[in-house]
């Protein structure tokens, strides 16, 4: 097990860190880089009190935003708009247009933006060792 000066602790098949050990400040914590994540992307946003991201879409990857602190405002290009909260989750496809905004004016709003392209695997956990019965 090594950690580097990052925080991120690796293992033989593994990688983990805190939010907080991969960056300060607002803007974006790139996990899929600090973490050495090869199959989808994944970054964390911090977005300071009443600051809104701005309006996009993608070519490709559908995104799923998981909110993790704070309160947030998901607008969509065809008007409509989502108060999300702590634990709430939006899925937008690539060519949707989106901006996020924070609603607080005091705190700032944490969220997790993972993406990807090529379909879902399906279920593939098998037990391991004792579990499985070996």
């Avoid at 803007?27 to 989808?40: D, Q, T």
């Avoid at 108060?83 to 944490?110: C, I, K, Q, W, Y």
């Amino acid at each position: 097990m090594a950690e580097d000066p990052t925080g991120v602790v690796e293992g033989e098949g593994y990688a983990v860190a805190s939010l907080d050990d991969l960056g300060e400040g607002p803007g974006f914590r790139k996990i899929r880089r600090a973490l050495g994540v090869e199959e989808f992307g994944v970054n964390a946003i911090v977005l300071p009190p009443s600051i809104e991201s701005i309006r996009h879409s993608h070519e490709r990857q559908q995104e799923l935003y998981f909110v993790h602190s704070g309160r947030i405002a998901i607008e969509f290009g065809d008007g409509t708009s989502h108060e999300l909260g702590p634990g709430s989750v939006a899925r937008v496809d690539a060519p949707t247009v989106r901006r996020l905004r924070n609603l607080s004016d005091s705190e700032d709003a944490v969220y997790l933006a993972v993406g990807a392209q090529g379909g879902y695997v399906g279920r593939d956990g098998r037990p391991a060792g004792d579990e499985a019965g070996d």
